[in-house]
């Protein structure tokens, strides 16, 4: 079989892990999802304790006798605003109000303070306080983002924040297989096998305390298994070939009732033959496109492969990276970094995006701390860059006086295509899945 560069993520395999049609409704088939007000709401706490590490790292190290409840509140309370800020501007008022949404934020960072503050009396300040670290496992073909991740001189604690509502988390449920996977890539960061937890001290915060979901063997079989559902479901050419989880049913709770009876009962009249002949064709096609729109997607990976396998002089020479960067100025006012190194960028232009990768010793290129953004322009030896996934305050301080590298990636915009042949597939009216299936059959 040839190689392929899919990657499964965390929270794909937490999702298969529960259910397997649960996760292929919106990765594979394309059915949209929809948000909560709570969920909004734990978005905005996400982003305020995401753009806060430094703050609680500081607190951490500095409060050694006494609570930290009450110095942790002080430190954050710039990203509370700043955030909270930006929410009042954008919020659209409708079952809910902005004071509503603004209410039920104070509360549940309230509370998840008051776990994070409990969680740092537990033990002395960490080495290091990392948030939102991408790691990759390109053995593995697994891919998470970790919320924050503490590293002591031998241990660390693999933290994960579930603020999106105040229940705690359940055992064998969404949150403990997410957090044994991203543990697992933490592992994996640290050179352990991926299923030693010796090390690793799994932690979930929410808005009710604190929870140590144990890493059992079972446990990691789930994981495993649906890390593999994931994989077969993104790269097989049939969707017979994807095996059946062997998980509990969980359509008692199932929040797509309507678009899952739907595929499966398409699915099962094709196999019996029953499907009109038409509708037949039109599956097929669907079928063939939405591979063809899955294979693009993982084209978007094949950089981290690349990196992973290849020495950096030949990278440099394929231009997929560039090495030698450190950061030498910051625009708050743009919200940019400059990279600065003895030469200037022979690989990236304006508008490319780019993955930045800090040299950590020890520790495998996709697994050290990186961030995300776009080329802005190129620079009189180096290259002014716009940081999307992290705020410039993180930046700073985990990559500042550290060796850089850049690297070549890619923005995934699959999910529009297939969200469009969903609906061919199951709202379109009879002469649009006509002129699709003309269409498709043209292209195909």
């Known amino acids: 079989m040839t190689p392929t560069t899919h990657i499964a ?37 996400h982003d305020v304790l995401s753009k806060s590490g430094g703050a609680i790292h500081e607190t951490w190290k500095k409060t050694t006798n006494g609570s930290h409840l009450k110095p942790l509140q002080l430190a954050i309370e710039p990203a509370k605003e700043e ?40 033990r002395g300040p960490p080495d290091r306080f990392l948030t939102e670290i991408q790691i990759t496992n390109p053995e593995s073909h697994h891919q998470g983002r970790i919320d924050a991740l503490a590293e002591w001189d031998n241990e660390y604690e693999t933290i994960d924040y579930k603020t999106y509502d105040d229940e705690a988390p359940r055992s064998h449920g969404y949150e403990h297989f997410q957090i044994v996977a991203n543990g697992m890539l933490a592992n994996y960061r640290n050179r ?61 709770v199932c929040q797509r009732p309507d678009e899952c009876n739907f595929y499966k009962g398409l699915e099962r009249m094709h196999r019996e033959g029953n499907l009109p ?109 716009k940081i999307t996934s992290h705020p410039l305050s993180e930046v700073t301080r985990l990559a500042a006086n550290s060796p850089l590298i850049a690297m070549r990636t890619e923005v995934d915009l699959t999910k529009r295509e297939l969200s469009s042949l969903d609906f061919i597939q199951r709202r379109a009216s009879p002469i649009v899945k006509e002129i699709a299936r003309i269409f498709l059959g043209v292209s195909g």
């Open 192 to 252: 352990h096998p991926e299923s030693d937890f010796t090390h690793n001290q799994l932690v979930i915060l929410y808005p009710g305390g604190r929870r140590y979901p144990r890493p059992t063997e079972r446990v990691q079989e789930i994981v495993r298994e649906a890390r593999a559902y994931v994989l077969a479901a993104l790269s097989s050419s049939s969707t017979e070939t994807v095996q059946v989880l062997r998980v509990p049913k969980a359509c008692w």
């Open 277 to 385: 002949s038409d509708e037949d064709e039109l599956r097929r096609l669907l079928w063939q496109r939405r591979y063809r729109v899955l294979d693009f997607r993982q084209i978007s990976h094949r950089w981290d492969f690349m990196v992973s396998e290849k020495p950096v002089e030949e990278l440099e020479r394929l231009r997929v990276a560039e090495s030698g960067y450190h950061i030498g100025a910051v625009d708050k006012g743009t919200g940019c970094i400059i990279l600065s190194r003895s030469q200037g960028t022979r690989t990236f232009l304006k508008g490319d995006p780019v993955q930045l990768v800090v040299l950590e010793p020890d520790r495998p290129i996709l697994a050290c701390m990186n961030f995300r953004g776009s080329i802005q322009a190129p620079v009189v030896n180096g290259l002014e860059v």
């Open 83 to 122: 955030i909270f800020s930006g929410w009042r501007e954008k919020f659209v008022e409708g079952a809910h109000t902005i004071d509503e949404f603004v209410a039920l934020a104070e509360t549940r960072l309230g509370a998840m303070l008051e776990g994070l503050a409990e969680l740092m009396s537990d």
């Open 9 to 45: 993520m965390s929270s794909d395999i937490s999702t298969a892990a529960t259910c397997g049609w649960k996760y292929r409704l919106p990765k594979i088939f394309g059915v949209p999802t929809s948000g909560s007000f709570g969920g909004l709401v734990g978005w905005a706490v």
